[in-house]
């Protein structure tokens, strides 16, 4: 390397020790230069004076725009920017002012994206200053003070060129004295979307406006005839007031051309509002809700909003498609929730709306789909998914966006939601600056939409299923400008699906790999449909023996439907404790029809009646009910002959029944009995009760003793027969020898059969027999007591009132 490094026309090692020299010197000047600058180096304290000034540079005010007037100006309108500049730094700023800049046309939508990300950076602040009088000065802005401003201008002087979409910049110039110099302190950027003249052709755009809410209601209902419902909070009562999320929804979109999409469950839960309901509060006994007036008033609302409209009836509680799909159709059953929550919406909007809606459509999470998600949506009859292009993206290259319908096979049609107007207004837009960008940018993605070719398209907007009341407000503001806008008509989603497809477009569903984690992670797991099939299992059991099923299968039936609802994402602890709930419930209810407990059970004898009670806990009857008693040693005691008995069971609401068994004993000792409720097709109901019966016969002993008194009785008969036999026949002679007369005849005896004085032993034995035979014989030590009271063997009626 060193011969590479030498000059032509000298020697080799002057060359070399020329090139050290001039190395040496070369190196030594940076050090040179920094030890002439050690003296005026500066105290510790000048990086907290750099700080200050940093903050006091570009940047440090915060400029926002609360209001954008006209949205989309044409021609002789004069805009009016207004809003807040605030001094963020720690310098007070002199010489501002606000200005307007218009920056250059943004022809892509990915464009205006990036714009909308570094809304407020100060670099690369776009084209010159709308001078002159179209400024605010102010003479000095002090720290952590906000102040507002106003700037009108004509739209002739923005000086606006073709149709488009162009970057409007609000910046507020000033300096500090830290800065003593005039600089941009602060900017924020927005849109303005310029179309003087209608356009030739106009995109029809559908907007979906969502009449969704969480679970409100229980599977508990009261036991009076009306079966008052009960609610898990009054949270509902909050959002229907004036002035809270759906009463603003309502009031919005009564004046917009919209597509209402409606969860029937929210209709069904404001409707029991309107009459006696409860409220859980911790106790065994709800307490009264209040708020009749209230859902009266948002239902008539509703009413008169959705007259004429295009109405759009999810399945009960907006069931959680991509959950079902994912971890819910391995679940036997699952899929029948579905289908009676897609039966259940036309009734229920019909009878509440008193409109026929549309039950063709299906709506997943975030239009996010896969085969098995668009498999199972339209598995209940809906033959239209809505899905979002940020799920169905395009893979054609195409360079517009095309028509939202597409057919993806099976006779189903994909209506494709565009991504950046249906997230147009998911953020925080509580601060008027944050509502009145996202507005704009909605208005700019729109018309830069509508310029991407000559064809005309149908676009779909589906926004977030549940708005806040900022969004809300900024969606009808958007829409109110788009509605009047020279660039697009509306649209209801119907005549959208029915679209002629762009053959360009594409219509293949994305797999389950794309499906996005984050939205997979929320998704309702598979324990949870095994214990909605486990609720559903218990309830078919439990109807099959009430005498009116419709008053437990209908609130129990909606209960399951909302315990696959979409609002449990992000709510999982909220949805666990819900389907708890309800399958405590049932098992509260199914624990209302049981068997009462019995201990021990004594026999005397070869045959008895065992009762056994039925409690019915229930304000409704029960029917078609078997009790069956069996014998587990039917060698020792038998159950009506055999080793078990079995016998309807019919027992009113709040009493009880005994049903009775005959039994027989064929030995003594203990036998374990077994009595079990079932229902007519052979299912075990409820817990069993088992018990011992103990059996004591009739011993041999016993059998003598009693042998033997009757033997005593029949000889003692025999004897006093004989005896007054005897008697009569004296009588009889004495009585032909001597008449009776004056001359002091004997009396005749009066009781010849008894003697006062026996003479003999045979004779007090006779008389002592005799006496017996007037009355029962006195007990013998050796008969054993009776253990049960004898009992009729007549079946019992049904009417016999639970003590409680």
């Known amino acids: 390397m060193a011969e590479a490094a030498d000059f032509q026309g000298t020697s080799a090692s002057p060359a070399r020790r020329w090139l050290r020299r001039t190395g040496a010197l070369l190196a030594g000047v940076p050090l040179l230069a920094g030890l002439l600058q050690l003296p005026a180096a500066p105290h510790a304290g000048a990086a907290v004076q750099d700080a200050s000034q940093a903050a006091s540079g570009p940047g440090s005010v915060a400029v926002a725009i609360d209001s954008l007037t006209p949205n989309a100006p044409t021609d002789g309108d004069t805009v009016t920017v207004s809003g807040t500049v605030t001094n963020n730094g720690k310098q007070t700023v002199t010489g501002a002012h606000v200005g307007l800049r218009v920056g250059p046309l943004l022809d892509t939508r990915s464009g205006i994206d990036a714009i909308a990300r570094d809304s407020d950076d100060v670099q690369g602040v776009p084209g010159s200053e709308v001078g002159g009088k179209y400024t605010q000065k102010f003479s000095r802005l002090s720290p952590g003070v906000a102040q507002p401003f106003s700037i009108s201008v004509p739209v002739d002087e923005l000086d606006l060129g073709r149709d488009g979409v162009y970057q409007l910049a609000v910046a507020l110039s000033g300096q500090t004295s830290a800065q003593p110099w005039d600089q941009t302190l602060g900017v924020q950027r927005t849109f303005l ?273 549940m708005p806040s009341v900022s969004q809300a407000k900024a969606m009808a503001d958007a829409l109110t400008a788009l509605q009047g806008s020279t660039w697009s008509q509306t649209q209801d989603l119907t005549a959208a699906a029915r679209t002629k497809p762009d053959p360009r477009a594409t219509t293949k569903v994305p797999p389950a790999s794309s499906y996005p984690s984050s939205l997979r992670a929320q998704e309702l797991k598979q324990p949870a449909f095994a214990q909605i099939a486990r609720t559903q299992d218990n309830l078919d059991n439990f109807k099959v023996i009430l005498s009116d099923q419709s008053r437990v299968v209908t609130p129990f039936g909606r209960a399951m439907n909302r315990e696959m609802s979409t609002s449990w994402r992000g709510r999982a602890s909220a949805g666990t404790a819900y389907r708890d709930g309800v399958e405590s419930y049932l098992e509260g209810l199914i624990k209302g029809v049981r068997l009462i407990k019995k201990s021990e059970t004594k026999l005397s004898g070869r045959s008895a009646t065992i009762p056994v009670t039925v409690q019915n806990n229930l304000v409704q009857g029960v029917e078609h009910l078997v009790l069956r008693l069996t014998s587990t040693n039917p060698t020792r005691l038998k159950i009506d002959g055999a080793a078990y008995e079995e016998q309807p069971v019919s027992v009113s609401g709040g009493h009880s029944q005994s049903v009775k068994f005959t039994t027989s004993a064929n030995a003594n000792g203990r036998a374990t009995v077994r009595a079990q409720l079932y229902t007519q097709d052979g299912r075990p109901y409820g817990e069993p009760v088992t018990f011992d019966v103990r059996v004591t016969e009739i011993t041999a002993t016993v059998m003598l003793v009693i042998g033997g008194g009757v033997l005593l009785l029949v000889l003692a008969g025999f004897r006093m027969y004989t005896q007054r036999k005897r008697a009569s026949a004296r009588d009889t002679e004495e009585g032909s020898g001597d008449e009776p007369g004056e001359d002091g005849g004997e009396e005749p005896v009066k009781d010849a059969g008894r003697r006062q004085n026996p003479d003999t032993a045979e004779e007090r034995l006779t008389q002592e027999s005799a006496a017996g035979t007037g009355g029962n014989a006195p007990e013998q030590p050796s008969d054993p007591a009776p253990d049960t009271a004898a009992e009729s063997a007549d079946p019992s009626g049904t009417g016999e009132r639970v003590d409680r």
């Open 193 to 465: 979307p310029w179309q003087p003249e209608a356009a030739g052709t106009k995109t029809k755009t559908t907007f979906l406006w969502p009449l969704i809410s969480t679970v409100h209601m229980t599977a508990e209902t009261g036991s009076n005839e009306q079966q008052t419902p009960v609610f898990l909070n009054d949270d509902l009562a909050q959002e229907i007031a004036p002035g809270g999320r759906l009463d603003q929804m309502v009031s919005l979109g009564k004046d917009l051309d919209v597509t209402w999409v409606i969860d029937p469950d929210l209709l069904a839960s404001v409707d029991a509002m309107t009459e006696n309901y409860g409220v859980q509060d911790g106790d065994d006994t709800p307490a009264a809700g209040h708020n009749q007036r209230i859902a009266d008033r948002w239902l008539a609302e509703l009413q008169q909003a959705v007259a004429g409209k295009e109405v759009v009836a999810l399945p009960f509680s907006d069931p959680d498609l991509a959950s079902l799909a994912h971890n819910g159709t391995s679940v036997t059953g699952s899929l029948s929730h579905l289908k009676e929550a897609t039966d259940a919406a036309a009734k229920t909007v019909d009878t509440i709306l008193h409109v026929t809606p549309d039950t063709d459509f299906a709506w997943p999470v975030n239009g996010a789909v896969d085969p098995s998600i668009v498999k199972v949506a339209t598995s209940a009859g809906a033959d239209k998914v809505i899905a979002r292009s940020d799920s169905l993206q395009e893979t054609g290259g195409l360079s517009y966006t095309p028509s939202a319908a597409r057919p993806i096979g099976g006779g189903t049609t994909a209506v494709v939601a565009d991504a950046r107007l249906s997230t147009a207004f998911q953020s925080d837009l509580t601060r008027a600056s944050a509502a009145t960008l996202a507005v704009q940018r909605f208005l700019a993605q729109s018309l830069t939409l509508d310029l991407q070719t000559g064809k005309q398209r149908s676009v779909v907007v589906a926004p977030q299923r």
